[in-house]
């Protein structure tokens, strides 16, 4: 790994350290926890959580069944797992979901594309096991933030676009679409060039160590979502903020839906005027009720493509 990247790293654990503290399981949230999706590599697990049994008639339908979020972890492709956002995805599933909440490898130990063959094999895990888990496989929802938003941009690219899809080279194919998904404070485009020397070293140090050595170039433009998007693309929610580091590839991606005719509603949260900028992933620390608010966003979202 490189010396830049470490240090990202770093930086992430700090953060959701942080952001988690004195957080506790709530007490209106059952959880499956450990439970195997795949059997190629060791990490690939995922929870479910749904709201307890008291409350799941409030949001199940006439044959019992719930509908379901797919939560695509960020972290920089480097970073990150379902334990990291256990909190958020419990606090989702309170607003009535289940909610899956998976693993995947990470760079620089598994190198692109591992990491997007890992979400296609959780996606399928939901509707081989739907009847296990009382899923509702008529609505199934996806949300992904930072690096998970490319991951599920391009999971959802790999199911939508056959031409995308000849060209990603693994074993798992069977991709289903989601009926909507929400995507924050993402990565879109990776070949863009930052006008700042030292942003720009990062990227390349970040990029060099979740590609192949011999393939690096080429297969960042695979990872450009932007470039395969098409009219079967599902309905999706674009979020940046006004602290988002990120902030200029949001307009891309939305750009990309609309000239694809996508259903597409792009957010920004806060105002050039806040003295605290509502900052990249802002909506992962469920103490604060800006947070709270895009959240629920997301959920009235997945209930009008219902």
Partial sequence: MKLTTAIMKALFDFDDLTRDRALSMPIDVVRFTNITYGTKRPYQQLDVYHPAEEFMHHFTNE???????VSVHGGGWIHGSKD???????DMARRGFAVVNFSYGLAPQYKFPV?????????????????QYNFDTHHVYAIGDSAGANILGLYCALATNSQFAQRIKFDVYRAHVPQAIALSCGVYKTDIKHDKKHTQTMQD????????PYGKY???????????????????????STGDFLQMQAPLLVHALQKAHVPVKFTIYGTQEDKDKYPHVFHL??????????????????????
């Avoid at 140090?205 to 192949?212: G, H, I, N, R």
């Avoid at 979502?225 to 674009?238: A, G, I, K, Q, R």
């Fill in 115 to 131: 990491f997007l063959e890992d979400t296609v094999q959780a996606f399928d895990w939901v509707y081989v096991h739907a009847r």
């Fill in 205 to 212: 140090d970040l990029y060099s160590d979740v590609f192949e």
């Fill in 84 to 90: 990291t956002y256990q909190y958020y995805c419990m």
């Fill in 218 to 240: 080429s297969q960042r433009f695979l990872m450009n979502v932007t470039d395969y998007v098409t009219e079967s693309f599902p309905p999706t929610l674009v979020i940046t």
């Fill in 285 to 306: 620390d469920i103490k604060s009720t800006r947070a709270m608010k895009c959240n629920d966003d997301q959920i009235e979202f997945f209930r009008q493509h219902s």
């Fill in 63 to 69: 044959h019992g069944e719930i509908p379901v979020i």
